[in-house]
């Protein structure tokens, strides 16, 4: 009977366990530190690894991580040899459209002018494009940004994406290279992150990148904190050159109470929450991949460590 060490600071440690037992009834499912004996465990489905303990497994052949991002596990975390994979889940790709479709809207529909009149009483009009007229760029046209630019297209949008290699989603502008990115910077109200970070990306969301968008345009980064270099986003919307940015992640999280983001009128806040990963059919897409595992087939979602996603 194959075994699997769960463990996260995060995600609950009961659900996810059951609903592991229940997709994979043969699987003996450990929570840490619970592990019994090491020599067992070939399994591990975590996010973070802290101490290092990964290196303690001896018979581990596979990492599931939790989330579709495995920056957190790209250092030395995981053994030379050992497989890893990221989470594809279609919840959680669920979760990013319904955030990222929020967000375009109320930015589209003008609902934070909205209610920031409705607070003071004020009747006013904005004029109301279609969406055909609302150009948005996607970068990151993988699981999650392919999903939303193709949602976003499916809803009017004049929609671009930008990814490493060329990509052919019916509807949307796919490019790539820096020719492409700057193109579809430079025709984008609205330009939405979902890159995973890589030593590519890593403040990529910079002044140089602000300066190429069309002024007073949006961003939204729903990917990682450091993607972003922080004081270069105040500096451009303090200057008109960005109008808006909202931010679901961070450089550091939770973000400080005393944080320059938290207050700013131009800037919204969420707390890493655009989408969160889904115990039931989380632990489906790792059933299978044990599944696979066990009949010596590859597992989907395979990690490239070169790359680095
Ligand atoms: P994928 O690996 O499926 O997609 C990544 C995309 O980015 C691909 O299209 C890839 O191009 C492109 N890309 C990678 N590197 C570059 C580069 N140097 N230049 C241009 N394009 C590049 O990832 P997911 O869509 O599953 O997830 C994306 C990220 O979203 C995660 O890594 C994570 O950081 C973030 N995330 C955030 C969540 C939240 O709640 N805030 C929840 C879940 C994920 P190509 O197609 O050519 O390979
Ligand atoms: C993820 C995340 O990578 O939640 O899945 O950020």
């Not at 030593?199 to 069309?214: C, K, S, V, W």
């Not at 450091?226 to 451009?236: G, N, Y």
């Amino acid at each position: 009977m194959p075994t699997l060490l769960f463990r996260s600071p995060s995600d609950p440690a009961t659900a996810w366990s059951a609903a592991l037992r229940r997709h994979a009834p043969g699987l003996d499912v450990r929570v840490w530190p619970e592990t019994g004996a090491v020599e067992d465990i070939e399994y591990a489905l975590i996010w973070a690894s802290p101490d290092g303990f990964l290196h303690d497994l001896p018979a581990l052949r596979v990492v599931f991580s939790l989330g579709a991002g495995v920056d957190h596990l790209m250092g030395s975390e995981v053994p030379e040899g050992v497989e890893l994979v990221r989470m594809v889940d279609p919840a959680l790709t669920e979760g990013m459209i319904e955030y990222v479709i929020y967000q375009v809207l109320r930015r589209h529909r003008h609902m934070a002018e909205y209610e920031r009149q409705q607070a003071a009483a004020e009747w006013r009009i904005h004029p109301q494009l279609r969406p055909g007229e609302r150009r948005i760029g996607v970068l990151g046209l993988g699981e999650l940004g392919g999903a939303c630019a193709r949602a976003l297209s499916g809803l009017g949008f004049d929609v671009a994406g930008w990814a490493r290699s060329p990509r052919d989603i019916p509807g949307v502008t796919a490019v790539s290279g820096d020719d492409g990115r700057d193109w579809l910077l430079g025709r984008s109200d609205i330009v939405v992150c979902l890159l995973p970070l890589t030593e590519a990306t890593r403040g990529i969301l910079n002044g140089e990148l602000f300066q190429r968008m069309q002024p007073g345009a949006t961003l939204i980064n729903a990917a990682r904190g450091q993607h972003l270099v922080e004081d270069d986003l105040l500096i451009a919307l303090g200057e008109g050159r960005l109008g808006h940015a909202v931010l679901d992640a961070f450089r550091d999280e939770p973000l400080p109470p005393d944080h320059a983001f938290w207050q700013h009128p131009h800037i919204t806040v969420t707390p890493h929450i655009a989408s969160l990963t889904n115990p039931e059919t989380g632990a489906e897409a790792v059933a299978r991949g044990i599944r696979a595992d066990q009949a010596g087939e590859p597992i989907p979602h395979r990690v490239d460590r070169g790359r680095g996603y």
